[in-house]
C-alpha cells in the first residue's frame, strides 16, 4: 500500500509488535524477540509474528520499511458486533455532515452488472433514514448519506448483506483484495468452462459427422457430455442463476433472468434427452455459450477496472506511514501510520515521499508536484507558509510541514469524493437508458413465449432451440452499461487533465454548451502585474534604464519590483509579456548600493556615481505629470538624481496560455463573453487582447446573471468560469458552471467542474472530450439498440444457432466497454504556454 | 468401435485432470499478475554476486 523508503522504527512498547496499532488495554498476547518481550494486540498478529521469528526470518521486523496492513483479528467480527457504529471506528472512513448526517464510503463485494448497482440503490435508499445513496459502477463504491439518529451503519451494512453482497468500509488496500479475489474466482469458472466447452465439443462432432455410429456409443458420449456439462452449469454458470434469482425474488427483470432461464432450459431438455432416449442434446451449445458469456464479463470486468482506475489512482496517493517530528522543533524522528496522525502533528516529508495531509510549510524550501491532483506539470516551488496539499510529491529537497488537515477533510478527498458523486449520478440520457432496460427484458419474454408458441405449431423439433437463442442473444446489459461506461472513462480521464467533474450532467451540459462566459478578469489573468510598455526621456536606451530598474529592485518582494525585475525563472514561466531587454537587464552586472525603500512609494539607490529614484510618480518625478493614463495601466517612473529618464507602464498580465487557448474555444464554435466587476479600462485591454468582443465592465453579481439569463432566452446553452466562492449565484445561473479551482477549497466551490490546476487549456480539453463523451455514448446506445434490433428477430426466424447467440452477446456488451475506454486514451489539445506577442498600447518614442 | 468404450471414460478422466491442475494454478497465483513475468524475465539482474570463493562477511548485528 505504500512504499515510503524509510525504515519503520520498532514501535514503542504500548503499540503492537507486528502491526504497529496500539495495545488494547489488558490485552496480553507476548513474543519473545531477541531476548526481549514484545506485545502483541491480538491473537493473530502474536501467531503471526511468532511465526515469522521462530522461522528464523526476525530480521524482518529490524529490516521492514512499512509496517504491514494487517486487519486486527476482530475486525472481520466487527459487522456483526455492532462495532462499526462507534465513532471512533467510524473516525477513518465516515465523513459527519450535520449534527447527525453521516457519509460512509464503502466497497461493495459480488457486484457483477449494472443490474446489481440498481438493485443495491434501490434496496438501500428504501431504508428508513438512508438520506441518499449513490453507486458507481466502475470502482463498486458506494457512498451512502443517512440520518444516525434514525438508522445506523450496521443496519445498513446489514440491508446490503441481506440481499446477498457484501459491504464494507472502503479502503483501497480492500478494495484490491476484493479484485484479486473476484477475478481469480472468474478465472476458475472460465477455466472449467472452456475445458468443458472442449471437450463436450469433442463428443459432439463424431454425432454430427459420423455415419456408422452404433447406439451405445452414442449415448455413452451423451452420458460423457452430460457429465462434463453437469459443473460447468453448477459451477461456471452458477452467477447467472444466483443473479436471475435474486431479480426474481425483488420482482425485477435484470439481464441474467434470460440468461439463466437460456441456459436452463437447453440443459434440463438435454438431461431428459440423455435420460429418456429420445430427443435432442445441446450440452456443446449450453457449454459453448456458457463459455462465452465468461469471457465476456471477463473483459469487461478487467475494462472497467481499467475505467475506474482514476479515482482509485487519486485514493492510492496517499502513503500509508510517514515519518512525525513528535518534538518539533526538536528533530527526533517516529514513523507512524497516517491515519493516526492528528491535525497539528508535524512530519517530515523526504524527497521523493509523498505528503500524507493538507498543510503548511514550517521548515525547508523545496519543489513540489501537484501533477496528480492538477493536471499542472511543472513542479510547484514551496517554502516557508506555503500551503501544500496531500499526495502532492515532494521533489527537491525534505520539508517540515505542520498538518492542517486530515483524512476526508484533505483537498484530495473533497476531489474523489467530488469525482465518485459525478460518475455516480446518471443524466437524463442514462436513465433513459436504464429504464429501457428494465422494459426491454420484460418485453423479450413476452416475445420469447409468442414466438416458441409459433414455432411449436411450425415446426415442433427446433422450438427448443431458437427459445434458447432469443433468450441468449438478446443483450439489454449493452444498454444499461453504454452510459455509465463512457462518463466514468471521461470523467477519469479529465480529472487527470486538470478539470474535475462534480456532477454527472456537466460532461452532458458542456458538449451541448454555446457560450462560454468568463466571470472575471482574473480567470483570464495572473493577478500579477508585469511591464507594458517602456517610455524614455532624454535619449536613454530601453536596455539601459531596464537594467537601472532591475538593478534598483533587486531585492524587493513587492509586485511591482517583480514585474521590473523579470527574473529569468519568472519571467518564462509566469510573464505573458517576458521583455527580451528586461530579461536581459536582469542578468546584467549592474548592482545598486544605499537603497532605501520608502514603502507605498519607491525605492532610491546609488548605482555608479548616481542617485536613482524608482516609484510612483509623485515620489521619482514629483515635476512631472505622466503620459496618457493608459488602459488599465499604472505608471512607475525612474529618475536619475532630479531628470527623469523613463516611465514604466505596469499592468496586469494575460496567462500565458490565454490566447491560444481562447482560441482553440473559439475554434470549438463557442461564442466567448467576459463579465467583470473591474473598471472599463483593465477590462478591455485583457479582451481586446484575447480577442473577446462580448464584454461588460463594471458589472454587479445582478447585471451578471441578468446578462446570463438573456443568453438563455435566446436559447443560448451558457457555461459559465468563475472562481466558484463568491460568484456562487452567478455560477448556479448558468447552464454548467466552471470553477477554478486553483488555490481555492474544492468542496466549497459550488460548480459542476472545478479546474483544479491553472492551465486554462483544460476548458479546451473539457469541451472537447465532453463532446466526444456524447458522441460515444451516441454510439454506444445506437449499437446496443441496433444490435438488438437486428439480433431478435434473426433469432426469431431460426437464423441464429445457441452458440453464434452467446459470441453475439459477449460481443455487444464488450465492444460497449470498449468503445467507451477509447476516451481514455484522449489526448490533451497541444496548447503550451506559448506567450503572446504584446500588444503595443500606443508606442510614441 | 469398441476401443471407444475405453477412450470415453480416459478422456473425462485427462480433462478432469487438467481440471484439476488449473484449479491448483489458479488457487497458487499463476495468474496473478499476467504482465510482470513478461517483462522481469528481460529484466536486468545487476544487483552484483559475491564472489564464490572468498568467505562471506559475518552477518553484522543489526542496528
Do not use: F, H
Given at each position: 500500500m505504500s512504499n515510503s523508503p524509510e525504515l519503520v522504527d520498532a514501535p514503542s512498547f504500548s503499540d503492537c509488535f507486528h502491526c504497529g496499532l496500539p495495545v488494547p488495554d489488558g490485552a496480553h498476547y507476548p513474543i519473545q524477540f531477541e531476548q526481549q518481550t514484545k506485545q502483541a494486540c491480538c491473537r493473530g498478529c502474536q501467531a503471526v509474528a511468532q511465526t515469522i521469528i521462530d522461522s528464523g526470518q526476525g530480521a524482518y521486523y529490524t529490516h521492514r520499511t512499512v509496517l504491514p496492513a494487517t486487519p486486527r483479528e476482530a475486525e472481520a467480527e466487527l459487522a456483526q458486533l455492532g462495532l462499526y457504529d462507534l465513532p471512533e471506528i467510524q473516525e477513518s472512513f465516515v465523513r459527519v455532515e450535520a449534527e447527525n448526517i453521516?457519509?460512509?464510503?464503502?466497497?461493495?463485494?459480488?457486484?457483477?452488472?449494472?443490474?446489481?448497482?440498481?438493485?443495491?440503490e434501490r434496496h438501500?435508499?428504501?431504508?428508513?433514514?438512508?438520506?441518499?445513496?449513490?453507486?458507481?459502477?466502475?470502482?463498486?463504491?458506494?457512498?451512502v448519506r443517512w440520518d444516525n439518529s434514525r438508522i445506523q451503519l450496521s443496519a445498513i451494512l446489514?440491508?446490503?448483506?441481506?440481499?446477498?453482497?457484501?459491504a464494507h468500509p472502503f479502503d483501497p488496500g480492500r478494495s484490491d483484495d476484493i479484485y484479486k479475489r473476484e477475478r481469480n474466482t472468474a478465472i476458475k469458472r472460465l477455466a472449467i468452462a472452456g475445458?468443458?466447452?472442449?471437450?463436450v465439443m469433442m463428443y459432439a462432432l463424431p454425432s454430427y459427422t459420423a455415419t456408422d455410429m452404433t447406439d451405445d456409443i452414442r449415448l455413452l458420449m451423451r452420458w460423457a457430455s452430460l457429465i462434463l456439462t453437469i459443473p460447468v452449469v453448477l459451477y461456471s454458470a452458477w452467477p447467472f442463476f444466483i443473479g436471475a434469482w435474486r431479480d426474481l425474488k425483488r420482482r425485477t427483470l435484470g439481464m441474467d433472468v434470460p440468461v439463466a432461464l437460456g441456459v436452463g432450459t437447453a440443459f434440463v431438455a438435454s438431461v431428459y434427452a440423455t435420460f429418456f432416449g429420445h430427443g435432442e442434446v445441446y450440452y456443446d451449445s449450453v457449454t459453448m455459450f456458457i463459455f462465452l458469456l465468461l469471457t465476456g464479463r471477463f473483459l469487461e470486468m478487467n475494462a472497467r477496472r481499467r475505467a475506474g482506475a482514476a479515482v482509485e489512482e487519486l485514493v492510492k496517493l496517499i502513503p500509508a506511514a510517514t515519518t512525525r517530528l513528535p518534538n518539533w522543533p526538536a528533530r527526533d524522528e517516529e514513523q507512524v501510520p497516517v491515519a493516526r496522525l492528528v491535525v497539528g502533528d508535524h512530519v517530515l516529508v523526504r524527497p521523493g515521499e509523498t505528503l500524507p495531509a493538507d498543510g503548511v510549510v514550517i521548515d525547508g524550501d523545496s519543489a513540489v508536484s501537484e501533477a496528480m491532483l492538477t493536471g499542472e506539470s511543472l513542479p510547484v516551488s514551496k517554502t516557508i507558509h506555503s500551503k501544500v496539499v496531500g499526495g502532492s510529491l515532494n521533489q527537491a529537497s525534505p520539508l517540515v510541514v505542520r498538518v492542517e488537515k486530515l483524512g476526508a477533510?484533505?483537498?484530495?478527498?473533497?476531489?474523489?469524493?467530488?469525482?465518485d458523486r459525478a460518475q455516480s449520478e446518471k443524466p437524463r440520457i442514462g436513465q433513459l437508458a436504464d429504464r429501457a432496460a428494465a422494459w426491454f427484458v420484460g418485453l423479450l419474454l413476452l416475445i420469447t413465449v409468442l414466438v416458441g408458441v409459433i414455432w411449436y405449431v411450425v415446426d415442433p423439433s427446433k422450438v427448443l432451440w431458437i427459445v434458447v437463442s432469443i433468450l441468449v442473444v438478446t443483450c439489454p446489459c449493452a444498454l444499461g452499461l453504454a452510459t455509465p461506461a463512457a462518463l466514468t472513462t471521461a470523467t477519469g480521464r479529465l480529472t487527470r487533465l486538470g478539470l474535475l467533474t462534480t456532477r454527472g450532467h456537466a460532461l452532458e451540459t458542456l458538449a451541448r454548451a454555446t457560450d462560454l462566459v468568463f466571470d472575471k478578469t482574473g480567470t483570464l489573468t495572473l493577478g500579477r502585474l508585469s511591464v507594458r510598455r517602456v517610455i524614455t526621456l532624454n535619449g536613454r536606451s530601453e536596455e539601459e534604464v531596464s537594467a537601472l530598474a532591475a538593478a534598483l529592485e533587486a531585492g524587493s518582494e513587492h509586485p511591482i519590483a517583480k514585474a521590473l525585475r523579470q527574473d529569468r525563472a519568472e519571467g518564462e514561466r509566469l510573464a505573458a509579456y517576458p521583455s527580451r531587454v528586461l530579461r536581459e537587464a536582469a542578468a546584467s552586472t549592474l548592482t545598486a548600493s544605499q537603497i532605501r525603500n520608502t514603502p507605498g512609494r519607491g525605492v532610491e539607490g546609488t548605482i555608479g556615481e548616481q542617485v536613482y529614484r524608482l516609484g510612483a510618480p509623485r515620489f521619482a518625478a514629483p515635476d512631472h505629470t505622466p503620459p496618457e493614463v493608459a488602459d488599465g495601466a499604472s505608471w512607475v517612473a525612474l529618475a536619475e538624481g532630479s531628470e527623469l529618464i523613463a516611465w514604466f507602464a505596469l499592468a496586469d498580465t494575460p496567462r500565458a496560455d490565454a490566447p491560444a487557448a481562447l482560441a482553440a474555444l473559439k475554434a470549438q464554435g463557442l461564442r466567448l463573453h467576459l463579465l467583470s466587476g473591474d473598471a472599463e479600462g483593465a477590462v478591455k485591454t485583457t479582451a481586446q487582447q484575447l480577442g473577446i468582443t462580448d464584454w461588460h465592465a463594471g458589472a454587479l453579481p445582478e447585471d451578471k446573471l441578468a446578462y446570463v439569463k438573456a443568453l438563455q432566452q435566446q436559447g443560448r446553452i451558457v457555461a459559465m468560469v468563475g472562481d466558484g466562492i463568491n460568484d456562487a449565484p452567478v455560477l448556479a445561473g448558468a447552464q454548467v458552471s466552471i470553477a477554478m479551482g486553483e488555490g481555492a477549497d474544492v468542496a466549497q466551490a459550488a460548480a459542476d467542474m472545478v479546474m483544479l490546476g491553472s492551465r486554462l487549456a483544460t476548458l479546451a480539453d473539457g469541451v472537447a472530450l465532453a463532446r466526444k463523451t456524447q458522441h460515444i455514448i451516441r454510439q454506444n446506445l445506437g449499437w446496443a439498440l441496433g444490435y438488438n434490433l437486428i439480433a431478435i428477430p434473426a433469432a426469431a426466424f431460426g437464423h441464429v444457432t445457441p452458440w453464434l447467440a452467446g459470441i453475439g452477446m459477449s460481443v455487444s456488451s464488450l465492444l460497449v466497454v470498449l468503445n467507451a475506454l477509447r476516451l481514455s486514451d484522449y489526448k490533451p489539445s497541444p496548447i503550451a504556454a506559448v506567450p503572446a506577442p504584446p500588444t503595443p498600447l500606443t508606442a510614441p518614442r | 468401435m469398441d476401443i471407444l468404450i475405453l477412450l470415453i471414460p480416459l478422456s473425462l478422466a485427462i480433462v478432469g485432470v487438467i481440471?484439476?491442475?488449473?484449479?491448483?494454478?489458479t488457487k497458487s497465483g499463476q495468474f496473478d499478475d499476467l504482465e510482470g513475468p513478461a517483462h522481469s524475465v528481460i529484466m536486468d539482474d545487476d544487483t552484483p554476486h559475491p564472489p564464490r570463493d572468498t568467505p562471506q562477511d559475518k552477518p553484522t548485528p543489526l542496528p
Open positions: 453521516r457519509e460512509a464510503a464503502l466497497i461493495l463485494e459480488n457486484i457483477v452488472c449494472a443490474a446489481c448497482i440498481w438493485l443495491n438501500i435508499a428504501g431504508l428508513p433514514g438512508v438520506l441518499s445513496v449513490e453507486i458507481n459502477y466502475a470502482t463498486r463504491r458506494a457512498r446489514k440491508a446490503v448483506s441481506d440481499i446477498g453482497y457484501i475445458l468443458g466447452m472442449m471437450q477533510d484533505t483537498r484530495l478527498a473533497s476531489i474523489v469524493r467530488l469525482l | 481440471a484439476w491442475i488449473m484449479l491448483w494454478a
